[in-house]
């Protein structure tokens, strides 16, 4: 039995649902949970100038995605990080730091899976190589607005695809400030976003 499947693997959800990390079960995934706890979880690791929550940065992929022409992308770009509900934001840095990249990469796959069924859209939407480029593009664009040193400090190669300039316009939307205005913001964009999909 793998470490994954043991009661470590376990996670409870706002709802009272149970999450297996090693086989998510789609039917224990419903929305509300999903943008509870992104609207919770703040981008940086805190490091930020005002409260960011992951909840945010994701309705701001979706914003900065519709400006670079690409809102045949919005649900893919809403959910990319959706599986944070559930292993949190944990940085880049860190998972690099602890030698835990392509581990934490194959359990991310499995959970995009889960979420992408039970939730009604094809898994392929966060698979576009376009939404790691625009979410490249926004992590450049939130430490501009919300750290000290603008991004300087950002230790990845910025977006072959876009000029971070570009875009500065574009900015971030105001409910993400706020914990329950980026939670509401966050499923309302859901069912209007997966109303369209399904026309």
Known sequence: MSALATPAGIIEMHSGR??????????????RDI???????CRFAGN??????VAA????????????????????????DAHEYVLGDITTPTANA???????????????????????????????PVIKEIDRLVL???AHHLQRNRGATLMVEPPSMFDVRD???????????FRWTARHAFV??????LKELHR
């Open 18 to 31: 149970v999450i297996n990390l090693a086989d998510p079960d789609p039917a224990t995934i419903v929305i």
């Open 188 to 193: 309302a964009a859901y069912h209007r976003d």
């Open 167 to 177: 875009f500065l316009r574009v900015r971030p939307p105001a409910v993400g400030r």
């Open 98 to 128: 602890i030698g835990a990249a392509a581990r934490l990469a194959a359990i991310k796959n499995t959970a995009d899976e889960a979420i992408a069924a039970a939730l009604g859209f094809p898994v392929d939407l966060l698979r576009d």
């Open 35 to 41: 943008a509870y706890a992104l609207s919770n979880q």
């Open 48 to 53: 930020v100038s005002r409260f960011w929550s």
């Open 57 to 80: 940065h994701c309705l701001y992929a979706r914003r900065v995605g519709i400006a670079a022409g690409y809102p045949h992308l919005k649900l893919g770009l809403q959910f990319h």
């Open 140 to 142: 450049f664009l939130e």
